[in-house]
């Protein structure tokens, strides 16, 4: 059964601080990983995918790694601003073609 | 112009009754999922369809049926709603079941009294 765990559950820090967040999971048998971000009230914004032959993805401030053989990925986002602020979600693509959702990370980013 | 789209954003009703929410994508995907996001925040899928034709059925109550009249639309009705059906459902598409990216809706928050 895949379990998708993520750590912090919460963070906060100030503007401009770069911030890690982590994401495990325990079966390595995935097709892709993607960063989600979820915003009070609002639906889900798809941030990166990183497909199961990728280590990592880009786009603007945020990196996303994938190390599938030991069931990790990591967000990185550099120079953190208040709009920031908002929940993080983490989700593999299993081989059954299900989305497998982590419990998220909150993260607040104050001026 | 919404890629996903939900209606309605907002749905109050009381215990017993007949509900619908509505999805469409206008990606030409494949694939459109229902998902149900707890208390907790914990996103679980329910529903998953490809080509109108249903892959993924998870362990939901029968009161919940999906209904894909085309491949741009996924429609939910939920028969008898309970106390416990009161949750955020998110509405989402893909290209196809595998290896592509998952594009959601802005959710329907339903509150059952």
């Known amino acids: 059964k895949q379990e998708v765990t993520q750590i912090p559950a919460a963070l906060s820090v100030p503007e401009g601080e770069n911030l890690v967040l982590n994401c495990s999971f325990t079966d390595s048998a995935i097709y892709n990983l993607q960063w989600f971000r979820q915003d009070p009230g609002k639906g889900l914004t798809s941030l990166l995918l990183?497909?199961?032959?990728?280590r990592e993805q880009t786009s603007g401030r945020l990196n996303a790694s994938l190390d599938k053989s030991s069931g990790r990925s990591t967000l990185y986002i550099a120079a953190s601003q208040p709009g920031d602020s908002a929940t993080y979600l983490c989700a593999v693509l299993r081989r059954d073609d299900k989305l497998i959702f982590g419990t998220g990370t909150r993260l607040q980013v104050f001026p | 112009d919404t890629a996903v789209s939900q209606t309605p954003k907002y749905l109050v009703t009381q215990m017993g009754n007949d509900k619908s929410i509505k999805c469409e994508q206008n990606?030409?995907?494949?694939?459109m999922y229902w998902y149900k996001q707890d208390s907790k925040k914990f996103l679980k899928i329910m529903f998953s369809?490809?080509?109108?034709?249903?892959?993924i059925n998870e362990t939901v109550p029968n009161r919940f049926s999906p209904k894909s009249p085309d491949k741009a639309h996924l429609n939910l009705h939920i028969n008898s709603l309970e106390l416990g059906d009161s949750a955020v459902y998110f509405c989402a598409s893909s290209q196809d079941p595998d290896s592509t990216e998952a594009f959601f809706g802005q959710g329907t928050r339903l509150t059952v009294v």
């Open positions: 369809y490809n080509n109108k034709e249903l892959i």
């Open positions: 990183i497909q199961s032959s990728q």
């Open positions: 990606l030409g995907h494949d694939t």
